[in-house]
């Protein structure tokens, strides 16, 4: 028994284990700041890319390059040109409304997005308007995101499968006839 005592007195004198007391203390502050730096980074590419190929879509149908656009058209022309959005063609929903320049009045703030759980979804208004005509387009895209249970994953996630809503609005007037 006296060597027992002995021996753990020894242990609890000995230094040399230091250094991992600091690093497991440390090391759960330092991967939360940079996962939540890596999807924080990742949420700036996919909305930058998203407003790029909104842009350049919107660009072509107010140019007149699109005969007849509805929202299948739409969303594959955004797909196209947004490489970093996965399952774009599932997670993306366009809505294309005229503005009434009488009143000023602007659809209801928050677009519309695709629910992953649901069977159907819900219709979305595309209108190509008329010549002179002001348009506002909005597109929402459903992304998952890389760690959805630590850092700004857990703000973001907007459906129960890890997922979060990326907006873009824009607005354009039709070249005349």
Known sequence: M?????????????????????????????????????????????????ERAVDLT???????????????????????????????????????????????VLPDSTPTCVDRAAAIQPVTEVNPGGAEEIMLVRVCAIADALFPTTGIGLDLAIDGQGGYGIYTESAFVNEPA
């Open 58 to 104: 919107m660009r072509e149908l107010r140019l007149g390059h699109f005969v007849n656009p509805d929202h299948a058209m739409l969303k594959a022309e955004i797909c196209a040109r947004t490489l970093i959005i996965a399952n774009c063609a599932e997670v993306l929903k366009v809505s294309l409304e005229p503005i009434d320049t009488a009143t000023w």
């Open 2 to 50: 006296k060597n027992l005592a002995k021996h753990l007195r020894t242990l609890w004198r000995r230094e040399d284990g230091t250094a991992t007391m600091e690093f497991t203390l440390m090391i759960p502050a330092f991967m939360l700041i940079f996962m939540a730096s890596f999807e924080s980074g990742l949420l700036m590419v996919r909305h930058t890319m998203l």
